[in-house]
């Protein structure tokens, strides 16, 4: 049967591209839950009409016609955290034939967007988002368009949007108490340079422990880094530069804490004897490390799996109405570093 | 405008689904390049009949409406070497604004099969692909729609099929050859259970260097095991339970090898002291091993970066027509672990 002269399907990403806007801000004409300049309005409804685009066409689309398939964004697949974050997604999602796409990011706000735009445009069934700052604006559009969203995160859920996450502020609660229960007195964190999201949360934390031990906060034991192994280093060698140094350093991640041993090393210190260190996440290196880390559980294979639990209840139909969340306890490692 | 009626496009998968055969399947009927019974021929051709399916639509469409999206399919995402190549391959298509999309198979050929499928179906612009037996039988489907492919592992390229890899023979080889200088004597390797491919190939470089050197070649000292941390546990256990236990033992890869330093020391043995271990890949955490880990380094950043040029080159039509090899030249990193 020819099918010359047949008409492409217009999606939001063509009105979007059109109208030289984001795809959340077309979802937001159409929604008019969040104000857009009356230009921006007039442009945006100016390009539906034209290209006649069918916004709840899309919405069937999504529900009809299953892609199986379901995205997961992270800012950084060369940390083992986020593997066993995609290794528990398709522990659940596999059996039920759904294949899990990733893709990374590096935690830039602008590659994140475009990430989530390019599933909308891929039509996935859900979305798992990770990203060092979990923000709800970086998902809106996937959720605004019916797409099922988990964001991982310590963030509050919101309609259309699950979180999955590990309680951020208890874990740097919990590791904060550790080391002053070990005794260390000039306690460092080395943190990302943004201001929310998981790392400010575990800082957070960190400086109710501090409260609540009775000890001062010291702004300069703070370091705002890039969230990778280079930056650790480079963190830990300013930590050490200081005139009253610290005796043990708390570090965002693992992999910024094998940063922070590099640093410890590269000024000939030993771990924990001169300067203890103590990571997140334990990742399946932290215990093959020497001295093996110290570090607070987070069980991203279980909180990939929770994910991929809450998107088959999406998906199916089975999940209530309401947005959910499922906190995992952060728990102490204890372990040879700290 | 109202699109009512609109006739959604059919697809080569819709064909396949539809006639109950593969997508290879229907390829090779189009192509009449490679024998298909005279059934399922008329089976097919019925159906694209009965569902109007024009394939030449396809090849086109393909070729002029970019998804600017290269998929990546590997077959385990929390072998921290996979991580790698898909960040050289970002390093290379981010700047060009191509996303990555990463998709993790457990190396079963039904679910490899499966991902490139559901990847034609997307319409990806290119594809590269990596498996413990890359196999141009996995990827056929996605060359013969014209979908440029990239193929990880040690084979010959074939039309529309660019090949990277580290020359696994040689690797095998240099391998073995450093064991018999530094003196081992009883030298073992634990392998997948395939015998084909990269592992394979790595074994052909064993048992060259062994005849090189006048050893006698022992089948029983050649494991073969599930390609993981637990596998490279369980085969070091069969091989230190031998009457005439290795001396010396190389492992497919550095994950394998960390799972035979944990079966040497659940037998309380030394490394390098009672069995020596060695590697492939020299994966970041192979230096932070206690013993850091001897192993062939196989660059897998560059590999990666090779295969996003080479995509890049296909895509803008400036790579030569024929298809491409890309070699990188194994060498030894010479660390504690033997």
Redesign the interface.
Known sequence: ???QG??R??SITDVAAEAGVSITTVSHVLSGQRPVSAATTAKVRKVIAEL?Y?PN?LARGLRL?R???VALVVPD??N?FY??I??GL?NML?PAGV??????TDADPS?ED??VQ?MI??RVDGLAFAGYQADHRRVAAAAEVGIPVVLLGGLTPRPGIDVVSSDDVAGGEIAAKYLISRGYQRIAFITGVERVGSPANRVAGYRKALRDAGRPFSPSLVVREEISRDGGARAMARLLALRQAPDAVLCTNDVVA?GALDGAKARGLKVPGNVAVMGFDDI??AS???PALTTVSIRPLEQGEAVGRLLLERLDGSAPRQAQRILFDPAVVARESA
Request: aromatic fraction near 2%; charged fraction near 15%; glycine fraction near 4%.
């Open positions: 049967m020819p099918q047949r008409r399907h217009v006649g069918e066409q016609q892609t199986n398939t697949i060369t083992p593997p066993l995609a290794r398709q596999g294949q899990v796409l990733v893709t990374s590659v475009a990430a390019q445009t891929r094998i399946e290196f093959l490390l020497t």
